[in-house]
C-alpha cells in the first residue's frame, strides 16, 4: 500500500520548483569569493614587503654619512639601493645658477633652493640646500648665507623627480619649478657631468641666514593591514550569502500532512496551487 504525502510551502511554489541561482552566477560568485581571498593575501605580503622598506630606509637614515657614489657607478644608482642614504660631499656652490622648487613643508608655503655644487673632480651635484618662505626667494636677500669657499655637505641622497609635482609640470622655459628633476634643471642651468641625483642636505649643514635644511620627510603609508581585513571581511560576507543560497534550504522545515490515497481532502490539498504529492511505496 502506498502513503500520499503531501507538501504545503509557501504561495507561489514548492520546494521542489524551489528557484535556483542560474550558473553562470554562481561561478561568478566563487569567482568573486577566490579573487577576494587573493587580494587579501596580496595585501599582507604588501605589508611585509612595506615594513623590511621601512626597517631598511631607517638604517640608511641613521648610518654614520659615507662619500656619495663615484661616477662610474651613477648609472647604477636606484631607488632600492641607495635612496635616503646618509651621503656626504664637498665642493663650491654655484650660487648664480640655483633653481627655487615650490614647496609646503612644516614651515609654510615657500620654495626649496636647489644649487649646484662643483667638485673638483670636474662633476656637480645638486644639493637641495633647504627651504625659503616666499619673501625670500630673491637670492639678494639671503646672500650672507651662501658660502663662497668649499663646503662639506651631509645629507640624504635622493632620487630625480622627472614627472613634474601633484597635478603640475615644469615649466623651464618660464622657471616656473614643481619638482626636483635633475636632467631638467642641469640643461636649464646649463650643467654638465651632473649626479642623477641630489642631496637634500641636513640642518646640520646649514649656514647662518641661509635655506632652512633638515626638513626632508621619510614617511612611507602603510594601511595595508586595513586593507587585507577589509578583503577578507568582504569575502566572508559573500561565503555567508553562498551558505545561506545554497545550504539554507537544509534548515528550512517543510508541512508534511499525512492523507489516505484517494480521500478528497488529499485531493483537494494535491490540486492546490501551492501543493504537492510525494508517493512513498511500503
Known amino acids: 500500500m502506498n502513503k500520499t504525502w503531501t507538501v504545503t510551502g509557501k504561495a507561489g511554489g514548492t520546494r521542489g520548483n524551489a528557484a535556483r541561482p542560474s550558473l553562470w552566477l554562481t561561478v561568478l560568485s566563487l569567482a568573486a569569493f577566490v579573487a577576494l581571498i587573493a587580494l587579501g593575501v596580496w595585501q599582507i605580503e604588501r605589508r611585509a614587503w612595506k615594513l623590511a622598506l621601512i626597517d631598511r630606509v631607517e638604517q640608511r637614515v641613521h648610518a654614520p654619512a659615507q ?5 662610474a657607478a651613477w648609472p647604477m644608482v636606484s631607488t632600492a639601493n641607495d635612496e635616503y642614504r646618509h651621503v656626504s660631499v664637498a665642493g663650491r656652490f654655484l650660487h648664480d645658477r640655483e633653481t627655487l622648487v615650490q614647496a609646503v613643508t612644516e614651515e609654510g608655503p615657500g620654495y626649496w633652493v636647489l644649487t649646484p655644487l662643483q667638485r673638483d673632480d670636474g662633476t656637480q651635484v645638486l644639493v637641495n640646500r633647504g627651504f625659503v618662505p616666499s619673501e625670500r626667494r630673491d637670492a639678494s636677500t639671503r646672500r650672507d648665507g651662501n658660502p663662497d669657499g668649499k663646503v662639506e655637505i651631509t645629507g640624504l641622497l635622493r632620487m630625480t623627480e622627472p614627472k613634474g609635482g601633484f597635478l603640475r609640470n615644469n615649466v623651464p622655459q618660464h622657471n616656473r619649478w614643481y619638482s626636483r628633476d635633475v636632467a631638467a634643471i642641469a640643461a636649464a642651468r646649463g650643467l654638465h657631468e651632473v649626479a642623477p641625483f641630489f642631496i637634500d642636505a641636513d640642518a646640520g649643514s646649514q649656514s647662518a641666514g641661509g635655506p632652512i635644511g633638515g626638513l626632508t620627510v621619510v614617511r612611507f603609508p602603510n594601511n595595508h593591514l586595513i586593507y587585507a581585513l577589509t578583503w577578507f571581511a568582504l569575502a566572508l560576507m559573500l561565503a555567508g550569502k553562498l551558505f545561506v543560497t545554497f545550504g539554507g534550504g537544509l534548515f ?28 512513498e511505496p511500503t
Open 67 to 71: 662619500p656619495i657614489p663615484a661616477p
Open 252 to 279: 528550512r522545515r517543510g508541512r508534511f500532512v499525512q492523507e489516505p490515497a484517494g480521500g478528497s481532502d488529499a485531493a483537494a490539498r494535491r490540486t492546490g496551487s501551492d501543493a504537492g504529492t510525494i508517493v
